[in-house]
């Protein structure tokens, strides 16, 4: 059509090429290239520039809080060129520094300090000498979620030149779930290397979840071998079923169902046959893997059942240290923003972030296990039987767990990936089985008469009502 082309490679895209080519190739071709920042921006918009702020002061503390050198910042932003975003990294790395120049320069001449700044210096000024600490025994909780600047501090504090110190650690690596804010995993895991002086003493016993609970919720969590092992024992006599799970054709209508909950609750407080295990009310705890996932009805349901019912909504990362009489897991579904999140964090965070595990969804597992272990009496999981999340179809599977489905048919989970679930497909060959997955896992098989009478019927309906 007479119409002038140039190429592009992706792998120009990859290193970071392409954009100058471009360019270059435009230019030849008679264009003017303006720059303007604040041109309206067609198809995918932009990031904010508070969301670039946020994004470079999350950097600037993992940078800090991990003493990056530059020789190891550049080392580990090569590592991440290979990703599809080259040229993005580079620009990103290179306004970073310009940005934390200026940011330590206003520092200096204010004569203050940032957190970070807190944290190493007071490391350097025990190290030192300058500071003699007068702590002889010295107490970290919440260990899991120490940064590489709080592992110096207190092998500082601890350092046999301040004498005869007993460092004192609490944390469970099975709530690590703050990767995101410089939390490193690996100081639980790789404990007696960093303290070779220390003992560990494993907290095997809790007074909160029933033991069904911590049984189910102990073998999902070690299904990751990096997890230290344990056994959970509780003090608690609850002996009602305390993990359920209900499916629904659709996930929104999840709220009328928990409407109908609340009523049951409120029948059973009056009939005597339910009582709070402390004060006058019974807990309810609404938890969601995202601010989104808070329910539209809450504020209505808050006054309508606050006589008997304490009943408050959080995201799980929020949840951490809380509980509840009665736990409910929110849209557990698969999907971008399901549960496990897809969502991965910004390709330029990885550069200074601590080593992530490298089991599959290992934080996001974490998490689950931290919304599951709220619970003193009963979880009860909302789920999509077209889409049940990876972590719902695991527990099935392990037999710690039965669906019951409310408004439809349950699907067989995919006997290859354990994630998704079998759908019915029809071909010019006749009748098959796929999973919901396809591409990302290829599993068909024939379907028969006899199959069909028993297609969405893998398990048993229940009648789950019981509190």
């Avoid at 601010?291 to 006589?307: E, T, Y």
């Avoid at 009489?325 to 549960?339: A, S």
């Avoid at 919901?436 to 024939?446: A, G, L, P, T, Y």
């Amino acid at each position: 059509m007479g119409t002038p082309l140039f190429e592009t490679t992706s792998h120009q895209i990859s290193t970071g090429a392409a954009l100058s080519k471009l360019e270059a190739e435009l230019r030849k071709r008679g264009q003017t290239i303006r720059f303007d920042p604040d041109r309206k921006a067609e198809g995918l918009q932009p990031i904010s520039n508070r969301e670039l702020a946020n994004t470079v002061r999350i950097f600037q503390q993992h940078v800090k809080s991990n003493g990056l050198t530059p020789t190891q910042m550049k080392e580990a932003t090569a590592k991440q060129l290979n990703d599809g975003h080259a040229a993005r990294i580079l620009l990103f790395v290179k306004l970073f520094y310009q940005i934390s120049e200026e940011w330590e320069r206003r520092l200096r001449e204010g004569g203050w300090i940032d957190f970070e700044d807190m944290l190493i210096q007071a490391g350097q000024h025990i190290e030192a000498g300058t500071y003699q600490s007068p702590y002889k025994m010295v107490l970290a909780d919440e260990f899991q979620d120490s940064s590489r600047a709080r592992i110096r501090l207190l092998k500082a504090l601890s350092d046999e030149k301040n004498g005869q110190v007993h460092l004192c650690v609490v944390g469970d690596d099975w709530q690590g779930i703050n990767r995101f804010a410089g939390a490193d995993i690996s100081v639980m895991t790789e404990f007696e290397k960093i303290f070779p002086y220390a003992s560990r003493l494993t907290l095997g016993t809790t007074f909160r979840c029933p033991q069904s609970l911590c049984d189910i919720s102990s073998t999902f969590i070690q299904a990751n071998p990096v997890q230290i092992r344990k056994t959970v024992r509780t003090t608690s006599t609850y002996s009602n079923a305390s993990v359920l799970a209900f499916g629904f054709k659709d996930v929104a209508n999840a709220q009328g169902h928990l409407r109908e909950q609340f009523d049951l609750m409120r029948r059973y407080i009056e009939e005597g046959r339910l009582k709070p295990n402390s004060g006058d009310r019974i807990t309810v705890l609404l938890l969601g893997r995202y601010r989104s996932d808070a329910p539209s009805q809450l504020k209505s349901w808050q006054r309508r059942f606050g006589d008997v019912l304490d009943i408050s909504f959080k995201t799980i990362h929020s949840s951490k240290g809380l509980e509840a009489d009665y736990v409910m897991l929110l849209n557990v579904v698969e999907g971008f923003r399901g549960f496990p999140s897809q969502i991965e964090d910004d390709p330029v965070l990885q550069i200074p972030m601590p080593a992530s595990d490298p089991y599959p969804m290992a934080e996001e597992r974490r998490l689950f296990y931290v919304g599951l272990t709220r619970a003193k009496r009963q979880v009860r999981i909302y789920t999509s039987l077209a889409n049940p999340s990876r972590f719902v179809t695991e527990l099935v599977a392990k037999g710690g767990l039965k669906i019951e489905a409310v408004d439809g048919e349950l699907q067989e989970p995919c006997p290859r990936c354990k994630i998704g679930v079998l759908r019915l497909q029809t071909s010019k060959y006749g009748e098959f089985e796929s999973c919901s997955r396809w591409q990302s896992c290829d599993f068909k098989r024939n379907v028969t008469n006899a199959d069909k009478a028993t297609t969405g019927h893998w398990l048993q309906n229940e009648n789950r009502s019981i509190l």
